[in-house]
Each structure stands twice: as structure tokens, then as C-alpha cells.
């Protein structure tokens, strides 16, 4: 009796492949169907679709053609369609775009259209605003680069300068979730399906929003912002540098007036990331802690709590520019308004012209408890009025202060620490020197500083055709003893309304001579 051959690997292989093709089609022609009619009903727009790379592919246009205002432009630079800003075709007002971060995102554009239009009569202005939260310099290069192209300004003023180490964070996570460049190619081509952004938008329909007012948190976890050394930090710094070189070259190149501004930073506001720059021993070590702590535990509460944490169950504030409750819907305000009778906490007059503009904040009634909180804490550290023992308290934590920081020089927290000590036992300087130089040695700084400042500066000189306005110093100068703090800056970095509409006549000048000089 004649044996049968056992069947070919081959034969089998293609055999299970032409059933799993059979078993696929009636789903393929479903898909195809499917993404016809989306087409047919313009559902699941591929350019409705933010892409994946959130900002760091130039490849990926954030400007594009509006729909619903023919010659005009919008962006998708938001997470959500309705926070997109649209630009109408250019007319013949002189076009001023505002680019950076959350800052340049709450600069009033109307507020400075209306100013260069009283300043330069008989000449209209324009004034855009693709300020974007989280964006540091890479993300506004790219962004600048994509709009001189399609929007075609006339000036451009540049506001960054807090977000570098936060968008680090962002394009290294980035780089860890998508660590695989073809699966991310992948997944940018599968967007193009419109069955794909539907599920995509069916998805996020379901996830629950967060509750009114909620904050995202600081991702301590988050790569590039909460590990890096400090060699690691210089590296950002440059760059920070390069990315501005890059702007003020394609500015140029498009016939373009350029503005640059140094950034304004809270200097009461703590460092990130603090790290010896030389390793001690550890002897040594266990003295620095024993100093700070003695400093710590030594330092009146009722001056430094919340400016300052004091231990593990006392960490210092972390205000958020909607705490202040600026910008709540008259629902929310009603809801949050008056539930607080204790008083205004009194801080510093300003001077000139912060002095002549009313109040700076939002009005009390509509602050969250920890902005009175904080601010309690402020107005008695400004004022410096000390019993005996609370002055004898601050000489001793001044001493612990001055120890730690001989040991190590390059640690951020300590130098800060004994900026506060400085400022509390009457050497103003010293500790305003002591507090810019904390915030230049944080390894993640979430604000300006003076290396970025001075980078901004620098920039500027090597460009003739730039101009710099130096809100850095132009808002040193109004504060008395050029001590930058809340009545100025809402939480680390965002400015307080009434200091952008002074921001805003500060640019007044230099716009209109770089717009008056090019004939716009």
C-alpha cells in the first residue's frame, strides 16, 4: 500500500495565508467602505489631526489653509480645535506676530494693537499671537520658520526663554515612547485614515475630562528635567543660544524686523533641582545637611513658610497662574467669588510706571487660598519688621546659611536659602545677588535666568538689525531693591496682568521703529 507524501512546509505556509487573506477581505472591504463615507460626510479630517511628534517635526505643518475664511490661516499647534487661532489674509495693516511660551500666550494683543495704533497714527496694526504653553526655543523656531513663510509679518517679537528645561522634559519623553523611529512613522501614516482619527476621536470623547480648574502637576519622573547634572544643563543653554541665532537668521532672510526680550523671572521662587557640583566627602556631607537643617528649623516660619519648604511635611508653595482666578467664566467667578474675608495682604509700591496703573492682580475676591496664604508670608518677609528674637533667630540661620554654602557653593537650594537669610537680616545686595545666582544654578530651571537673559543679549549684539527690549531690567528697575516677586509675577515665570499691558507699552517703541524703518 503506497504511503502519502507528508505535506511541503511550503504548501502549508501558503495555504494558512490564503485563509487569513479570505478571512481579512470581508473586514477590508468593510474599512474601505467605511473610510469612503467619511470622506463623503468630511469626517476624520487627516488635518484636523495634531501630529505625534508635538512640534519637534519640521516636516509637520502647524499653519494651515482655513477652511472657513478662504486666503486665510489657522493653526494646529492646540490640543483641541477650538483653542486654534486664525489668522484672516493679509490686508494692508502692519502684521505683528507674538511668539513663546504661556507668557506670550497671555499677552493682551488687542491691548498693544490699540497701543501702536496711538503711537504711530494714520498707520493700522495687527497683532497675532501664536504664543503656545510649553513652548521653549525648538518648538518657536520651528513655528517661527513655518510662519514667516505663510503668514509674511512684518515684525516678529520673541518672548522665551522659561520653558527650556520643560520641553526638554517633553521631546525626551517623547523620544522614550516612541523609541523605535519606523513605529512612529507608522503611526503618523495610519493618521491619515480617517476610520483611524475617528476611533482616534471616539476614544478621547470617552475619557472624562478633568474637574474645572484642575492643574496639570509637575512630572518629577519626566526625562530631561528632574535628572540632569549641571554640565548636563550648559548643554541646554547653548541650545537655547543656537536656537535663537536660527530665528534672528530666518527673520532676515525674509526681510523680516525682528524683536527680542529678555524674560522676567520671580526671584522668590525656588529652585527645581539643586546638585553639588563637586562631590563631597562624607563628613562633609552630613555637616552641609546638619547646616541647612539648623538654618531651616532656625528661620521664623511666619516669614519664609511657603516661600521656602521647612521639611518634608512643609514644602514650599507652588502657585499657578489660574489660582489668582483671572481668567474663570463669570459662572466660576460668582461660584469662587467672596468666600474669603480676610484682607488684601500689603505688599511693595512699585515705581514708575507700575506705580500709576492700578492694581496689578486679579481681583481678591476670585483668588484660590494659597495665593492669600503665600502672600501673607511675602508682605512680612518684604517688610522685615523682626521682634529682638526673631532678628537673633535670623543671625543664626544667616551663619548655618553661610557655612553650608562655603562647603558647597554650587548647590541651588542653599544659595537661595541664604538669600533669604541676607534679605531678612538687612544686607538687600547681597541677597538679591545671592537669589540670580540660585536661579543660574538649578540643573531644571522652570524660568529665565541670567544665562538665558544674557544669551538673549547677546544674541541681540550680534545681530544689528535686532532690537532688544530688556523687560529683565526694565522691571528690576520698578521694583524697589530689584527684587522681582508676586506683586509682578503670579507663580514662577507668568507675568501679572497689569505688568503685561506695561510689558506691552515697553514694546510699543521698538516695534514701531523696526516697522517705521522697513515703510510697514
Not at 513663510?149 to 512684518?154: K, N, S, Y
Not at 540632569?228 to 530665528?247: G, K, P
Not at 525656588?270 to 566627602?281: A, C, G, T
Not at 553650608?404 to 554650587?410: E, F, I, T
Request: glycine share 6%; hydrophobic share 45%.
Amino acid at each position: 500500500m503506497p504511503v502519502a507524501e507528508p505535506a511541503r512546509p511550503a504548501g502549508r505556509l501558503r495555504r494558512l495565508l490564503r485563509a487569513a487573506l479570505f478571512a481579512c477581505l470581508p473586514l477590508l472591504v468593510l474599512l474601505a467602505v467605511l473610510e469612503l463615507v467619511l470622506r463623503l460626510f468630511s469626517w476624520g479630517l487627516p488635518s484636523d489631526q495634531l501630529s505625534l511628534a508635538r512640534g519637534f517635526d519640521h516636516r509637520v505643518p502647524y499653519l494651515v489653509p482655513d477652511e472657513e475664511h478662504p486666503g486665510g490661516w489657522r493653526t494646529q499647534i492646540f490640543d483641541e480645535l477650538k483653542d486654534e487661532v486664525h489668522i484672516p489674509p493679509r490686508d494692508g495693516r502692519t502684521r505683528v506676530l507674538l511668539l513663546g511660551g504661556s507668557n506670550t500666550r497671555l499677552f493682551p494683543a488687542e491691548d498693544l494693537a490699540a497701543q501702536l495704533d496711538a503711537a504711530r497714527p494714520g498707520v493700522v496694526h495687527e497683532v497675532v499671537n501664536l504664543g503656545r504653553p510649553g513652548y521653549g526655543s525648538e518648538r518657536a523656531l520651528i513655528l517661527l520658520q513655518q510662519a514667516l513663510e505663510t503668514l509674511q509679518p512684518d515684525v516678529i517679537v520673541m518672548y522665551c526663554g522659561h520653558n527650556e528645561f520643560v520641553e526638554a522634559g517633553f521631546a525626551a519623553e517623547l523620544a522614550r515612547e516612541w523609541d523605535r523611529p519606523w513605529f512612529l512613522e507608522l503611526a503618523t501614516q495610519a493618521r491619515r485614515l480617517r476610520t483611524v482619527n475617528l476611533l482616534v476621536d471616539l476614544a478621547r470623547a470617552s475619557v472624562e475630562p478633568p474637574p474645572a480648574g484642575a492643574r496639570p502637576e509637575l512630572r518629577a519622573d519626566r526625562p530631561g528635567m528632574m535628572d540632569l547634572r549641571y554640565e548636563q544643563t550648559l548643554v541646554f543653554y547653548d541650545v537655547y543660544r543656537a536656537n535663537l541665532r536660527a530665528m534672528c537668521e530666518a527673520a532676515q532672510r525674509h526681510g523680516t524686523a525682528m524683536v527680542l526680550c529678555t524674560v522676567v523671572g520671580n526671584m522668590l521662587a525656588p529652585p527645581v533641582v539643586s546638585r553639588h557640583l563637586k562631590e563631597l566627602d562624607l563628613s562633609d556631607t552630613r555637616e552641609f545637611n546638619r547646616l541647612r537643617t539648623l538654618c531651616l528649623a532656625t528661620l521664623p516660619a511666619r516669614l519664609v513658610r511657603g516661600i521656602i519648604g521647612l521639611g518634608p511635611g512643609d514644602p514650599p508653595a507652588r502657585l499657578h497662574w489660574s489660582t489668582w482666578g483671572e481668567h474663570l467664566l463669570a459662572a466660576d467667578r460668582y461660584a469662587r467669588a467672596a468666600r474669603d474675608e480676610r484682607p488684601v495682604p500689603v505688599l511693595r509700591r512699585l515705581l514708575p510706571p507700575l506705580d500709576d496703573v492700578g492694581p496689578l492682580w486679579a481681583d481678591p475676591a476670585l483668588w484660590e487660598p494659597p495665593v492669600r496664604e503665600l502672600l501673607a508670608t511675602v508682605s512680612a518677609f518684604l517688610v522685615r519688621d523682626l521682634s529682638p528674637e526673631e532678628r537673633a533667630a535670623v543671625g543664626q540661620a544667616l551663619a548655618a546659611a553661610r557655612q553650608a554654602v562655603a562647603l558647597s557653593p554650587g548647590y541651588a537650594l542653599a544659595v537661595f536659602e541664604l538669600g533669604l537669610c541676607l534679605y531678612l537680616s538687612g544686607d538687600t545686595q547681597e541677597a538679591v545677588q545671592c537669589l540670580r545666582r540660585a536661579a543660574t544654578l538649578d540643573c531644571s530651571p522652570n524660568r529665565g535666568n541670567d544665562i538665558t537673559n544674557a544669551i538673549v543679549r547677546d544674541v541681540a549684539a550680534e545681530h544689528p538689525e535686532v532690537l532688544l527690549v530688556d523687560a529683565d531690567v526694565l522691571f528690576a528697575q520698578r521694583s524697589p531693591d530689584a527684587l522681582v516677586t508676586y506683586e509682578l509675577v503670579m507663580d514662577n515665570c507668568h507675568l501679572q496682568f497689569g505688568a503685561r499691558h506695561v510689558l506691552m507699552q515697553d514694546l510699543v517703541p521698538a516695534i514701531g521703529r523696526l516697522a517705521g524703518a522697513a515703510g510697514r
